[in-house]
C-alpha cells in the first residue's frame, strides 16, 4: 500500500566499535517534503519490536537513519520495518530481513589490539604479535587477514 516511490531507497546498516550500529536510508524519490519515517527492528521473530530512539535527521527534519547503541546481533539476523506518514498520501512501507554476512550490514572493525613488536640489532630482525579486533559476530581468528606496513624512520 502507498504510494510509489515513496518508500525510503539504499538502506544500509554499519556495525561498529563492537556493540555501536548506525542504519541510514535514503528519502523516497517521491516522497514530500513533510515525509517523515519511522524505524523498527528486532533481532528475532521472537522479540518484540522496538522503535529508533535516536534518529539521524536531514536538513528538512526527515529521519534519513538512526544510531543504535549497546547493539550484539548473536544469530547473525535482524529484522527491518521503516513506515512513515505525511498529510495527503499514503506511504510505502519497507521492510528487510538483513543477515551479517550480506553487504547491507558492514562490520567496520577496530585495529588489532595489544600489538606487541620485538627487533634485536644482532639479527636485523623483528617479531610482531597482536590479538584479533572485537568483533561482534566473527568468532573464528583464521577469518581475518593482516596487512603490515613497515617503515623506517
Known amino acids: 500500500a502507498g504510494m510509489n516511490g515513496t518508500a525510503i531507497e539504499n538502506f544500509v546498516c554499519v556495525i561498529f566499535n563492537v556493540s555501536f550500529m548506525n542504519c541510514t536510508w535514503h528519502v523516497g524519490r517521491t516522497a514530500t517534503e513533510d515525509t517523515q519515517y519511522f524505524l523498527y527492528w528486532r533481532l528475532s521473530k521472537k522479540e518484540d519490536v522496538t522503535e529508533c530512539q535516536n534518529y539521524i535527521k536531514d536538513n528538512c527534519g526527515r529521519h534519513t537513519g538512526c544510531r543504535f547503541q549497546n547493539v550484539t546481533i548473536k544469530n547473525g539476523n535482524a529484522y527491518f520495518l521503516v513506515n512513515g506518514s505525511t498529510s495527503g498520501q499514503n506511504i510505502q512501507s519497507y521492510q528487510k530481513m538483513i543477515i551479517i554476512s550480506d553487504y547491507i550490514i558492514v562490520e567496520k572493525l577496530t585495529p588489532p589490539?595489544?600489538?606487541?613488536?620485538?627487533?634485536?640489532?644482532?639479527?636485523?630482525?623483528?617479531?610482531?604479535?597482536?590479538?584479533?579486533?572485537?568483533?561482534?559476530?566473527?568468532?573464528?581468528?583464521?577469518?581475518f587477514k593482516y596487512e603490515i606496513i613497515i617503515e623506517n624512520k
Open 113 to 143: 589490539l595489544n600489538v606487541t613488536v620485538n627487533c634485536t640489532e644482532d639479527s636485523h630482525r623483528c617479531s610482531i604479535w597482536w590479538q584479533p579486533p572485537r568483533t561482534s559476530h566473527v568468532k573464528r581468528k583464521s577469518c
